[in-house]
């Protein structure tokens, strides 16, 4: 009998990213509101001598080695419980890469549950969220999923309460962009030096993790979400939310990649409530008024020709979990 377990873990939106200056790791502190979203990332774990990981749908030419994250999730499961035991992991992507939508932290997630499950290391969510943490900053959201608050790294969550359901339309761009170097354009931008030290003429810094805000803020407070998009948020009302979102790695990632001031426009001229790029982009997210309002702006938005594909998801959507579990005759 071979154990198979299938586990589905979703993509995210940043509906607001504030970024104070880099501490001293070269991580910034951050205060994000996190939504999952309905585009998912799919990982079947079935039992095998070594780890190896078979990469279906988008990013099949991502690397399938150590330097995946997906296969580093399972190999530190697999150290700290002191498992012998191998998988053969198969993901299925449907999370842009490199699209600031945390498609790879959504990998490490359901990899870290799914060998949990054929395993049977019986870890708890909690002991799974830390080694989450140790994977990236945005792999222990993953497996929350629904909507948090994220301090920290942006791995600290707290549950936020958020009341119906949101209508998204997402423009995916062909090319990703690279969270450090949005990042490092954040610092530049700001004339913050990698370890937090602001050069003259450059925004106050922190003498400490987290002490300091470079970025909305642009005094010396830390980074923190405004109580009034939690206040959106239990409204249900995407008016509403609408007036909230907010991203301080979106001028960086707009100088890395001047074309998303199109992408941003063509979401307004389409009648989006609002759009925001998500994370360290490139991916757009417009908000919309219901599903049909989201399917009329996603049509306009595909006939602008401004992403290689515009897609339609609603959130916020429960984080990784067992789909599957099926025990096949070899
Ligand atoms: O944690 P993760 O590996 O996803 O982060 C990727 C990179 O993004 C980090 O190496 C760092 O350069 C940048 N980052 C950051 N501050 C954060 C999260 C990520 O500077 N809070």
Redesign the pocket.
């Known amino acids: 009998m071979t154990p198979k377990v299938q586990v589905r873990a979703p993509g995210k939106i940043n509906l607001a990213l504030h970024v104070g200056p880099?501490r001293p790791d070269?991580?910034?502190p951050?205060a994000t509101l996190f939504q999952a979203v309905s585009l998912y990332e799919d990982v079947v774990a079935e039992a095998a001598d070594g780890v190896t990981l078979t990469i279906r749908g988008r990013g099949a030419d991502l690397p399938t080695d150590a330097s995946n994250l997906a296969v580093r999730a399972a190999q530190l499961l697999r150290e700290t419980s002191g498992v012998d035991r191998g998988v053969a992991l198969t993901l299925t992507k449907e999370v842009p890469v490199a699209g600031g939508m945390a498609g790879g932290?959504a990998d490490a997630a359901a990899t870290l549950l799914a060998c949990d499950q054929l395993w049977g290391t019986g870890l708890g969510r909690e002991e799974l969220a830390e080694l989450a943490a140790e994977l990236?900053?945005?792999v222990p959201f993953a497996l929350t999923g629904l909507s948090a608050m994220g301090t920290g790294?942006?791995d600290l969550l707290t549950p936020v309460m958020s009341r119906g359901t949101y209508h998204w339309v997402l423009a995916v761009q062909g090319e990703g962009l690279s969270?450090?170097a949005v990042?490092r354009a954040f610092d530049a931008m700001h004339g913050l030096s990698a370890d937090g030290a602001a050069r003259a003429g450059g925004v106050a810094a922190a003498d400490d993790a987290g002490s300091a805000g470079a970025g909305s803020a642009g005094g010396a407070e830390a980074p923190r979400v405004d109580p009034a998009l939690l206040s959106a948020l239990l409204s249900a009302d995407p008016l509403v939310l609408a007036r909230h979102l907010t991203n301080d790695l979106q001028e960086p990632a707009l100088e890395l990649r001047p074309e998303l001031g199109d992408v941003l426009a063509a979401a307004d001229r389409a009648g989006a409530l609002a759009a925001v790029v998500s994370g360290s982009g490139p991916t757009v997210a417009a908000l919309a008024l219901d599903a049909p309002h989201a399917a009329s702006v996603a049509g306009v938005m595909r006939a602008a020709e401004v992403a290689a594909e515009i897609l339609t998801v609603t959130g916020p959507v429960p984080g990784a979990r067992v789909l599957e579990r099926v025990h096949a005759r070899r």
Do not use: E, K
């Open positions: 880099p070269g991580y910034h951050l932290s990236g900053a945005d790294r942006g969270t450090p990042f």
